[in-house]
Every structure is written in C-alpha cells, then in structure tokens.
C-alpha cells in the first residue's frame, strides 16, 4: 500500500508570509487522484485542492497544488489568519485511500 | 444545500456493537459514491469504508474488515456504518462524505459524530 508523508509536521509562520507544504508517497501515483484538505478545531475538514492542482469550489487562488509522481507541494502564497490549521494530502489507488499525517500551520 | 449529517455515536462497551447513520440532503444521494472517515482524538485522518452509487461495491480499510459493514438507502438518502467487535482503537469521530467522480476525492463531509469505546 502507498504510504505518504507530510513534511514538516509543524510550520510556523506569520500572517502575509508563504506556506509551503510538502507531500510525499512511496511509489508514483496517478495525479488524478491527489487531494488536500484543511481542517480546523472542531471542524470537519474542507477539500482545497483535488487533481493535484485543481481548486475545490470556493476556494481560494492563494491555495495552489502542484507536483507529480512522488512529490506533491501546497502553495499557501499569503497567509491569511483564517489559513492557521491542519492540511492533510490524500491519494486514492487500488480501492483504497490514503491520509498523510497532517502539518500544522501556526501562527509564529 | 448540500449537506451530510450523521447521528447514532454513543458510548459502548469493548465488544460491543453500534450502527451510525448519515442523512443526505441537497444533492441526488444516488448518483454518488460515500465514504466514512474517522479521526481519534488528537490524530489525524482514518479512511475506513465506501460503497458504490448502487451499493453493489463496497471496501474496507484492513484496520475494519470483517467487523464493520456499510449499506446505503438510496431512497432514504441514507448511508450507514454497523459497526460490531469494537475496541478501544475504534475510538473516533467518524465523518461521512461524498466522493467526486473522476478526482477520487471527498468534497461534502458531514460533522462527524463521536464514538467512544470504554468500559
């Protein structure tokens, strides 16, 4: 099963300042099928970004994905103090889903 | 609009069994593929089960297999999770959400609803 892994697990970063974060998985998956979500306290969490790059309705252009293969990014340009949250990338294959561990986006 | 709701979390005993359920409204529940999700307490994002538009397919995470069943009634709008063996790692808030077609993705989830396993 592919494994993918979130780094860094905390980032700690000021409001206006970019994000960057990093999503890796143990074999090469279809592109199609990367996602990223944001979860805030008590909430559920929202789809960001699905394909890798598309944006999910309503979201933001300061959200962006990009990647391919292994090696997927979400691009936060300008931090708002809404964005302060968890982001989770997600991959499907094989009938299966897959979660990273998460990073933390907090505020420095 | 668009919404997912579930109810039927609870306190249970190890061993025991529970059955969650998920009301959809907003959209046509037929037409699309449900998943449940869970997440422990402090962790992260748990897949544990989806079901076809048709309930005719259905997969598990390996963590509920054999012990967990999901069914739907589409003419209720309705996805549920029975849930039987249950132990302390089942401990969670569990989401329903809606899977997109061709990007594999959840873009409805519903509040989630705790499930507490202790005796």
């Known amino acids: 099963d592919i494994v993918l892994t979130q780094s860094p697990g905390t980032l700690s970063l000021s409001p206006g300042e970019r994000a960057t974060l990093s999503c890796r998985a143990s074999q090469s998956v279809t592109n199609s099928y990367l996602a990223w979500y944001q979860q805030k306290p008590g909430q559920a969490p929202r789809l960001l970004i699905y394909g890798a790059s598309s944006r999910a309705t309503g979201i933001p252009d300061r959200f962006s994905g990009s990647g391919s293969g292994t090696d997927f990014t979400l691009i936060i340009s300008r931090l708002e103090p809404e964005d302060f949250a968890v982001y989770y990338c997600q991959h499907y294959g094989s009938t299966i889903f897959t979660f990273g561990p998460g990073t933390k986006v907090d505020i420095k | 609009q668009v919404q997912l709701v579930e109810s039927g979390g609870d306190l249970v005993k190890p061993g025991g069994s529970m059955r969650l359920s998920c009301e959809a409204s907003g959209f046509t529940f037929s037409d699309y593929y449900m998943s449940w999700i869970r997440q422990a307490p402090g962790k992260g994002l748990e897949w544990v089960s989806y079901i076809s538009n048709s309930g005719s397919s259905m997969y598990y995470a390996d963590s509920v297999k054999n012990r967990f069943t999901i069914s739907r009634d589409n003419a209720k709008n309705s996805l549920y999770l029975q849930m039987n063996s249950l132990s302390a790692e089942d401990t969670a808030v569990y989401y329903c959400?809606?899977?997109?077609?061709?990007?594999?993705?959840?873009?409805?989830w519903g509040q989630g609803t705790m499930v507490t396993v202790s005796s």
């Open positions: 959400a809606r899977r997109t077609g061709s990007s594999r993705a959840f873009d409805i």
